[in-house]
């Protein structure tokens, strides 16, 4: 990183209330896995417990700089740029038409297997929650614990559509600052020198102006269903994540954010209770976006779970 977003990073720590004796930034890898070239951060202390991150949709693997600030003196922390995202490719022309869940699968195989921890704990939050409810449910072999943030098979339509449309409004803009005043308006909740922070990772500039380090484009076939076609595929993947949510049986937290319009209440509940070894935490003063809105909080919570379930060695 550049001194100035150094400089960005410190600022948003010191508004999200994020004490730390250093703000220290991790390291810039890439790995070319499943046939295009992925970005990730390293955030240093390899002797520590592996705790992999995957991020959510239209995010970035900086999305966890904030808590990873506070849990890297006790954890080593690698977060990716998943496909088409951040600073990881996206999906070449000829492979559009495959189902992106399952490129996202065996993507987070492949870069696990890469990575050839013997034991680890895998971390997900939204579209980075399912990626990692379908690896676990998988392989679970080198997994000590999961962690899943606000994220479960059945989802609440309102969050889904406040955030297709802020993304819908906000594809291209005039300037940085532009999309800087739409965040706040849209995240009034968030500091914005926290919000100016995470969108240097997460807008690129273009001939018109900005736009978003993401690949909006459309997948063959899944514009042409009708409504109730479209209901019958959710209900499907649906069922498929439920199944999947009944085979972790590793030590597994659920983070609700006690003000997301994603993660409905009684779901999270039903969530844990299909699970062998589950449990749910509900973080204050966070949205969807648990681990963004109340980092403090989140780390913390974290940390205590893995603190009892990690094995000793």
């Not at 050839?116 to 409810?133: A, C, E, P, R």
Request: with cysteine; charged share 25%; proline share 5%.
């Amino acid at each position: 990183m550049t001194m100035d977003q150094t400089e960005l990073m410190a600022a948003a720590a010191r508004a999200q209330n994020i004490a730390v004796p250093a703000v220290v930034a991790p390291t810039d890898h890439w790995v070319k896995l499943n046939g295009i070239n992925f970005h990730y951060l390293d955030w240093g202390n390899e002797h520590l417990p592996h705790v992999v991150l995957l991020h959510g949709g239209s995010l970035t693997a900086h999305t966890w700089d904030m808590a990873a600030l506070l849990l890297r003196d006790r954890y080593h922390l690698v977060c990716l740029d998943q496909r088409g995202h951040g600073d990881t490719d996206w999906t070449p022309d000829d492979r559009l038409s495959e189902d992106n869940n399952d490129l996202m699968l065996e993507d987070t195989r492949q870069f696990i297997e890469y990575l050839n921890y013997d034991h680890m704990t895998l971390v997900g939050m939204s579209m980075g929650g399912m990626n990692t409810i379908r690896y676990a449910a998988r392989h679970p072999e080198r997994l000590d614990a999961v962690g899943i943030v606000d994220i479960a098979p059945e989802t609440m339509r309102e969050g889904q559509l406040e955030m297709e449309a802020f993304r819908s409004a906000t594809e291209t803009l005039n300037t940085f600052d532009d999309f800087l005043n739409r965040a706040i308006q849209f995240m009034p909740h968030r500091p914005p020198d926290h919000l100016r922070y995470s969108l240097t990772h997460s807008l690129k500039p273009t001939a018109d102006g900005w736009t978003w380090k993401q690949d909006h484009r459309p997948r063959p076939g899944m514009q042409d269903l009708t409504e109730e076609q479209r209901k019958e595929e959710n209900a499907r993947r649906a069922d498929e994540l439920w199944a999947d949510i009944r085979a972790i049986h590793q030590p597994t937290i659920l983070f609700k954010g006690a003000d997301s319009k994603i993660l409905a209440q009684d779901v999270a509940e039903r969530t844990v209770a299909a699970m062998t070894n589950a449990r749910l935490v509900v973080i204050p003063r966070a949205t969807h976006n648990v681990h963004s809105d109340n980092p403090v909080d989140f780390a913390r919570e974290l940390d205590a779970f893995l603190t009892e379930v990690l094995p000793k060695r």
